[in-house]
C-alpha cells in the first residue's frame, strides 16, 4: 500500500515573547499562539515502528518554543519566518506551514495572525 505525506500538526503552542515596534511591547512579553503543519513520508516509521524513522515532532517544537522565547521581534514576518525555517530544516520535510498570531494586537480583533508555507521538491 502507498501512503500519503504524514501530516503533523502542532497547535496552539502559547508563547511568550517581545514582538512589536511600540516602546509597551519592546519591553513587554506578550502572548503568540503558533499553529504548524509539516508534511513528511512516514513509510519507514509505519513499517518499522521505530523512532529513528520518524520525525521528532517533540525536538522540533522544543526549537520553536526556545528560539521564540528567548528572541526579540519587530515583525510577525520575521518570526513566522523563523518558525517555517525550524519546522522545514529536516530533510524529510516535503512542506510546512506556520500560522502565528498576535492575540489583541488590534482593537476590535481577538488576533492578527501571519501565514507562511514552504516546499520542497
Given amino acids: 500500500m502507498n501512503l500519503n505525506q504524514a ?13 512589536g515596534i ?6 513587554n512579553k506578550q502572548d503568540v499562539v503558533v499553529n504548524v503543519i509539516i508534511h513528511y513520508p512516514a513509510d519507514n516509521a509505519t ?3 521505530k523512532m529513528n524513522d520518524a520525525l521528532n515532532y517533540r525536538t522540533i517544537t522544543k526549537k520553536i518554543i526556545a528560539h521564540v522565547e528567548n528572541n526579540r521581534f519587530s515583525l510577525l514576518e520575521k518570526l513566522t519566518s523563523d518558525v517555517l525555517e ?3 530544516e529536516h530533510e524529510w520535510v516535503t512542506y510546512a506551514s506556520v ?3 498576535k492575540p489583541h ?5 481577538d ?3 501571519l501565514t507562511l508555507s514552504c ?3
Fill in 7 to 19: 501530516v503533523i500538526r502542532i497547535k496552539n503552542l502559547r508563547l511568550r515573547t517581545y514582538i
Fill in 22 to 27: 511600540k516602546d509597551d511591547e519592546i519591553n
Fill in 47 to 49: 513499517d518499522s515502528d
Fill in 86 to 88: 525550524i519546522a522545514s
Fill in 99 to 101: 500560522e502565528i498570531d
Fill in 105 to 109: 494586537a488590534l482593537r476590535f480583533a
Fill in 111 to 113: 488576533s492578527v495572525s
Fill in 119 to 121: 516546499y520542497r521538491e
